[in-house]
Every structure is written in C-alpha cells, then in structure tokens.
C-alpha cells in the first residue's frame, strides 16, 4: 500500500497511543441521535393568508370579512372528526375571521355521497358541507379552507361544489420511520419512539394523505398452528393498535408492508411436519412457498386474520408478491423467460392461479377480521429491460378482492441525446406511464383495481432533500394515471415522503378532473404560499420541471452518481480507481473516481451534458426565483423553500462538475499538448466545489432536513462532512496539483503523474493466486483468456465465476461476465465468446474478449470463483487480498482496486 506523504495525516491522541489518520480517505461519522428535522415535525407550520380587505367582492361572490364560525352537526360518534374541527377553528383564528355567532360554516350528513366525497354549498348566509362519511366531511373541511387561503380576500363564489376522489388509497410513509433492513435492522413497533407526532399527521392529512405503510414479518407478529408465537408478537401488536388509533383521528390509515409469504430458511424455517409448503429453489438457494395445499391456504389464511384480529381499524395489507426477495414459487421463474410453471410434473397450475392461492387465502382471513380493510399485492418489477409475456397473466384470476399495484414508470423510454434509453425502478422526472404498466393495467381491468407504485416528492434520482419542487411532473403523471383506470397509489418508498409542496399537489390531483391546463392548476397551487407572486413561481416550478426532466435515463446513475451527495466527494487528480458509494446506503468511504460504475445507458460525456443541462436549466429558474425571495424573509415555511431551491441549485451543479472533472482529469491521463490548460480548468472546478461545499453546510445548518436520507436512515451530507471535503479539497489543490504543474511544466508527461501505478500483466505467462490461475493471448480479433478454478473436491454446487474488466480510466461501465454451473453465460455486454467445461473437479474457462470492447491496450481485470459444498461456500479471487463480503447492486463483488492492468 502506497503511503501518503505525513502532511495528508492528522494525528489522534487515545490515551497510551497516538493514530495517524489520513484526512482524505476519514470523514467524520454520521450524526447520530435523532434527527433535527424531527422536532420541526412537531411544530406547527407558520400560516399566512395573502387577503387584500380593502377589496370588494363580485356579483357573484359572498362576503365573509365580518367572520365565520364553525357548527360540527355531522353525527361522530368516535369523535374522528375532533382533529379536523380543530383544524378549521385554528385556521379561522389565525386568519383572523373567527367570530362566534357569525356566519356558520355547518356540516351534515347527505345521503347521496359516500367515502370522501363532499358537497360544499356557499350562500351569503351560510356555507354547508356534506358528506356520507366522517372523511368526506374531512377532506370538505380541508378543501375550504385551501379556498378560502387561496382568494384574494376572504370572499367565496356562490353555488354548489361536489368533489369525488377517482383516486381512492394514497398511501405515503412516515419520513423518519426505520426501515427494519440492513445495516441498522431497527423495528419501528420494538423501540418506544412515536414516530407519528400530531402536528406531523395534521400536515399529512391537509395535503390529502389518507396511509401510511410500516414494515412487519409474519413470523413476528402473526400467530398461527404452524410455529409457536414469537415473544415479542404482544409487543408489536400493542404499539401497532397505538399507532392505528392514533392516525385514524387524522383520516389516516395505517398499512402493514410485508413480503410475504417469505421463502423458508435459516431465518423462516418451514413448519416441521408440513414438506408440502416448499416449493423449488429460489434464487437464494432456498425453498420458495408452495401455496397448492390446504396447509397452505390455512397458514395464509391464519396469519392474515390473526392480525387483523389482534389489531381492530388496521387499514390494510400491502404484500410483494413478486420481486425484491423471494415468496411463492413464482419467484424461480425468470421475468425474462418463458417457462410457465415452476413446478413442471409436480402441479398443472397457470401464473394467475398460482397467484392466486397465494393471495385470496390472505385476503379471505383479512376479511373475516375486518371487512373494510383491503389488500395490496404489489408486483415490484424495476427491471429496465423488456420482460417476458407470462407477467401480465398474473391477474388472471385475482378479483375485487385484490388490489394489483405495479411500477408506474419501471421500464421507461424516452430520447435523449438522440438515442432512445430505458430506465428502471422509479422515475421523477419521466412522466411514464410505461409500457409495462399500461400493458398490466389492461390485464387487471374487469378482474381487480389497479394500483400506482411511484415516488412523489422524490425519487432515486436525488433523495437527500425532502421534495423536488417539480408539481408539473406530478399533474403529469397524475393525469396518465387516471386515463388507465388507476383507483389507488403508493406515493413512496422509504423515501420520497417529506411534507410539503409534492403531496399537496397529489393530494389535490387526486380529485382532479384534468379539464384545466397544468398552468392554471400550478398557479392555483401556489396562490396560499407565494400570494402576489404565485403566477411567478408557477412559471419557476416549469423551469424547475424542464431542467429536471434531462436527468440521465440510467438506473445506474441512480444508484451511484453524485446528483444525491456530490458536495461531500473527494475530487481525485491522481487516479485511484475506487468504487463509488451506493445513494441509499450509509456507506462511510468517500467516494472513488471510477464514474463508469454510474452509467448503463450513456458514456461519460452524455452523462456531462445532461447534467449540464439539469445544473444550468435550474439555476435559470434560481436567478428567477432571486428577484422577488427577500420579500419572504418575514416568513419561515418560504425561506425553508429558498434554503431547499438553493440547495437543489449546488446539488446539480456539483453533480455535473464532478462529471466533467473526471472527464478532464481523464484525458490529462493521456499527456495532452494542453495539458496545463486543462489543469487551469480542473483546478477551478475544485475551487468552485470548494464555495460549493461551504454555502451548503450554512444552508444546513439554517434547513435540518438537507442531506438526509430516509432509507440510509442518516445524513448523507451534513456541515461536518462537507467541511471535510473542503479541507481535502484544498490539500489537493496545494499538493497534487502544485506538484503537477510543476512536472508538466518540467516537461513530464502528466499521466506518468497522474495514473494510478500498477503491475503489468501481459500475453504469455501463466498468473496464479490460491486454486485460480490463468494466461491470455491474442489474435486479430479478440484477447482470449484461459481460465481454471479448482476445488479441493468434486463436490461443488451453485457454482460460479465471474470474470469483471474495465477500461483504464474508469470511465465506462463495468463489464461482467458470470458462468454457470452449466456452462451458460451472462455477459453485461452481450459480447464475450465463453466456453465452459469441468474436468475432474477443475472449472475450465475459455473467453474470447473483442479488442473492441476493451477501448484501450491496457484494460483492468479481475477473476472471482465460489461454490457451495458440505462445508458451506467458498470464494477466490484473482488477485487475491481483502474483498468486500456484501455485494453491490448491480456490480455484484464488482470492486475496481482489487483488479489487475494488462496490456497487450
């Protein structure tokens, strides 16, 4: 390991020892405790109305400047509707038009209307609201006020208004919740946090939230004939039923998440005595659930309606059933392939009655406990690629029962840069629908409702802010939605859920009819936060929208670009050729320089200009947005706004710089006759990721909500943090680059500099590391590899090798490449030629590698062998050391400081 001069070291005293810490490679630990945005949670937002009172009303308008008071008639007899009486007293005080014995604001009950559908009628001497049911009185107590605060004064026009919900579910998450997941396994119903404050579930409620979803196990809360009950099951069931009643007050259900019926395992044991509940082997090597039995359809059955019994008024369940992690036997089926029954000879079952078994069992025991609460089976398919017919017989044979939900923009296209892309999992700022869902929307209808999986206050795509100031998007999407026939939505993941302009939007487009343009709904919307300036920041928002919309269609940059963190990565002038960090995890090491970890779908320079494009098309909207925002210093909820606009403005701005300093750094690898001009452009990049990094922590420590991320469950950026970066920063300006210039100027080529330093391998010998060796040659065509792996005995199962390249620089993507048991291949780039055979216990590996695909003479390499036998599994590498024991997303083991440099 190459050690680094003593000045890139800070020196800890502990007591006995002094460590030497190096600077750049030691960023500070993520805060710990609860989050700060959380006690803001607690408060209740600043209100302002923007009334002119020296205004005189229309014709056709009434006058309420002399007061109004409030008359609850609706009969409520499990006073749900106490926090929604609440609400518009306060709004009224704070407003200043509350006079008791005023004009009356009276609700009833009508007889015509049902769920949340609500009648409000204006006269000048009264306004009435009716409704069916407590949530339809509800959403008319919401819905005047957003009147009400969006007029220029207090005065309303006359006649009746009738709203229905032709979106029925919206169902969002608790922002600060646990996520029960690797690498903290918190439980949310195992601690004794309320993560459900008042004022956080009034806010909700107002912007038209009406679920929220928490994760539980079967195993852990359900009881049933097959296993003895957990422990902690009371526990888990008493702090749900708290939390159930809670949220209810607010017209707020409570949805228990799952994925279920889990595969058995060590975790899951199959119940002893009861063979028939596995199924084949999933692709975790471990028995997936059967459902054709009646041991099936019984333990189903019980874990649902023990739940539902134990938790009475639980809204619902939400299940996947396929994807994400193993359930039914229909997950040893490839979305990509055609075989149709994962049981051939053992069942005759088709893909919808499989489901089938699996799901109306649990809706039957959820119903018989609760007649009103509903599931969800939710089809989680993120794949970018096109997937196999047999999907959409899924919902074959599901009914009413069921609610089929399915990835709204999973497998998206749209051109950019004059090519066609594809992208999976979840897409802001692609409107979608996708083909998939509009294909399975048409399978499901006349069977079940559909259901809308999407995220709207953000996205994979950046997620370290509470919401991207985008409500055009949303009109869009939302507008999609209702043509296909959709009646329910889950508007997020673990993240993608903070309070605030995103679901105010959706929670006003859910009982939208779509015959006004987006404009006028946009400047509707912004009326009560922005007043005289509201057309101005409709205008803002499009801009916002349109700069957006260039974010790279590639699930990859998604996963690993810089858009989410960028101000609190390194900027390397010498190449390392280290991994990128995951967005939604924690991962504590700084970021590398190997960017082609972050791109499927585009190069690097196409990854550079769509950010641009981001970066400069949001910043137009800023300089927009900065001519009118010190008229809002006064109030707080609007300069939150600005501190999140701001923010944004660095975030793509960061994002895109650091593209393009990989991208110079990059070609001053390959000693350019400009090679100093390009320094001079490096070097003010780092400067300005220096102001970057600096205005962002002051915009945090004023905004506790920047940087975190709710499914890494930490601060992704944090003022500590990103002025460490700053401090790396400017030891990189004052030594690499000090030292670089000097070398260029004294005439050395600067990639004998700036190239990371590595043991050539070449054509001919025979390399070796443990049980792997292995040699290459060439010919006109392809770099051939000859690869052997052996075991210590015959015995392996699961076996497999991976063989992984990348370029020189690190720019492009990573090719992988994994053979089987069999023999099979598969290639991330659908181009090695691959020969497998096993001879007495030694795999044997032809690959032939077009010289093409390699982009260089010199390319990086790396060989990775497991296999499962008695003792458990196995693995080797080449080049043998430390490697990583989790994998990455799509990169598997992938890591690029543990390959090899050849050259041919």
Not at 479 to 496: D, S
Not at 506 to 531: I, N, Q, V, Y
Request: glycine share 8%.
């Amino acid at each position: 390991m190459a050690i680094l001069p003593e000045k890139y070291y800070i020196i800890l005293k502990t007591g006995r020892f002094n460590l030497m810490i190096d600077i750049r490679n030691t960023p500070p630990p993520f805060p710990q405790g609860e989050p700060r945005f959380v006690e803001a949670l607690r408060r209740k937002p600043e209100f302002h109305t923007y009334w002119d009172m020296s205004l005189e009303p229309q014709e056709d308008e009434a006058d309420f400047r002399k007061g109004l008071d409030f008359h609850a008639e609706f009969p409520d007899p499990e006073k749900l509707l106490v926090t929604a009486t609440e609400e518009m007293l306060r709004f009224l005080q704070e407003a200043g038009i509350f006079v008791p014995g005023a004009t009356p604001i009276i609700t009833c009950k009508a007889g015509d209307l049902e769920g949340e559908s609500f009648r409000v009628t204006v006269e000048q001497d009264k306004i009435i609201i009716e409704a069916g049911d407590t949530e339809g009185i509800r959403r008319g107590v919401y819905y005047l006020e957003d009147l009400l605060a969006g007029s220029r004064a207090p005065f309303l026009k006359l006649g009746e208004t009738r709203r229905d919900p032709w979106l029925k579910n919206r169902i969002s998450r608790c922002f600060f919740g646990p996520i029960k997941r690797p690498p903290f396994n918190r439980d949310e119903l195992m601690d004794e946090i309320d993560y459900y404050p008042e004022e956080y579930l009034n806010r909700l409620a107002r912007e038209g939230v009406n679920g929220l979803w928490l994760t539980i196990v079967f195993r852990e809360i359900c009881t049933t004939s097959f296993y003895p009950r957990d422990p902690d099951a009371e526990k888990r069931l008493e702090k749900l039923r708290r939390s159930v009643e809670k949220c209810r007050r607010y017209g707020i259900k409570i949805w228990v998440f799952c994925i279920e019926p889990f595969n058995w395992g060590p975790t899951n044991p199959c119940p002893t005595g009861h063979p028939e509940l596995k199924g084949p082997l999933a692709y975790t090597g471990m028995p997936s659930f059967c459902p054709n039995s009646e041991a099936a359809r019984q333990y189903l059955y019980e874990c649902t309606n023990s739940l539902f019994s134990a938790v009475p008024n639980l809204g619902g369940l939400i299940t996947i059933s396929h994807g994400e992690r193993p359930t039914s036997c229909l997950s040893t089926l490839s979305v990509y392939g055609h075989k149709k029954n994962p049981c051939e000879g053992k069942c005759d079952l088709s893909i919808g009655e499989i489901l089938s078994k699996v799901l109306l069992p649990m809706a039957d025991g959820m119903h018989a406990a609760n007649p009103k609460a509903e599931l969800i089976s939710w089809l989680y398919m993120p794949y970018r690629d096109q997937l196999s017919g047999w999907i959409y017989e899924m919902p074959e044979r599901l009914t009413k029962d069921v609610i089929l939900a399915f990835n709204f923009e999973s497998g998206c296209n749209k051109e950019q840069l004059g090519k066609v892309r594809n992208g999976g999992d979840y897409w802001l700022s692609c409107v979608g629908p996708s083909d998939r869902f509009g294909r399975m929307a048409a399978a499901a209808r006349g069977r079940c409702e559909m259901a809308a999986k999407l995220q709207v206050c953000c996205s994979h795509e950046v997620a370290t802010i509470p919401f991207l100031p985008v409500p055009g998007l949303i009109y869009r999407k939302y507008r999609e939605m209702k043509k296909l026939g959709v009646r329910h939505v889950i508007q997020c993941w673990y993240f993608g859920n903070y309070p605030g302009l995103m679901n105010k939007a959706a929670g006003h487009l859910a009982f939208e009819d779509f015959t006004r343009p987006e404009k006028e709904f946009l400047e509707e919307l912004a009326f009560s936060e922005w007043g005289a300036h509201a057309k101005d920041m409709a205008e803002i928002w499009n801009d916002f929208a349109d700069a957006y919309s260039n974010y790279p269609l590639d699930i990859q940059f998604q996963y690993y670009g810089p858009m989410h963190d960028g101000p609190v990565w390194p900027l390397h002038l010498k190449q390392v050729m280290k991994q990128l960090p995951r967005t939604w995890k924690p991962d504590y090491a700084p970021a590398g320089d190997a960017v082609g970890e972050c791109m499927f779908n585009h190069e690097l320079p196409e990854t550079m200009l769509l950010t641009r494009k981001i970066a400069d098309g949001w910043h137009k909207g800023m300089e927009k947005f900065n001519t009118f925002s010190r008229e809002y210093l006064d109030r707080s909820e609007r300069m939150l706004d600005a501190s999140l606009y701001e923010a944004l403005d660095i975030q793509f701005r960061s994002g895109a710089n650091i593209l393009e300093f990989y991208s110079l750094r990059n070609r001053l690898l390959d000693s350019p006759a400009d090679a100093e001009k390009l320094l001079d452009r490096l070097e003010a990049i780092v400067k300005e990721e220096i102001g970057n990094s600096l205005r962002l922590a002051e915009l945090c420590e004023a905004d506790s909500r920047l940087g975190y991320h709710s499914e890494a469950e930490v601060y992704k950026y944090f003022p500590e943090k990103l002025r460490w970066r700053v401090a790396v920063l400017k030891e990189i300006l004052a030594e690499d680059f000090a030292e670089c210039r000097t070398k260029i100027r004294e005439g050395i080529p600067a990639g004998d500099f700036l190239k990371k330093q590595e043991e050539i391998h070449t054509v001919g010998p025979v390399y070796h590391a443990g049980n792997i060796s292995w040699s290459m040659k060439t010919d006109i065509e392809n770099v051939i590899f000859d690869i052997e792996c052996r075991r210590n005995n015959n015995s392996g199962e699961n076996e497999m090798t991976a063989l992984f390249l990348m370029d020189r620089k690190g720019e492009r993507t990573p090719w992988r490449i994994f053979i089987g048991n069999d023999g099979t291949a598969a290639d991330s780039s659908d181009a090695a030629h691959i020969e497998s055979k096993d001879e007495n216990g030694v795999k044997k590996i032809t690959a032939a590698i077009p010289r093409a695909m390699t982009g260089d003479s010199e390319f990086y390499f790396g060989i990775e062998h497991y296999w499962t036998d008695a003792q458990g599994v196995h693995s080797e590498h080449y080049p043998a050391g430390h490697y990583p024991n989790e994998q990455r997303l799509n990169l598997g083991y992938f890591t690029p400081d543990r390959m090899v440099l050849i050259r041919l």
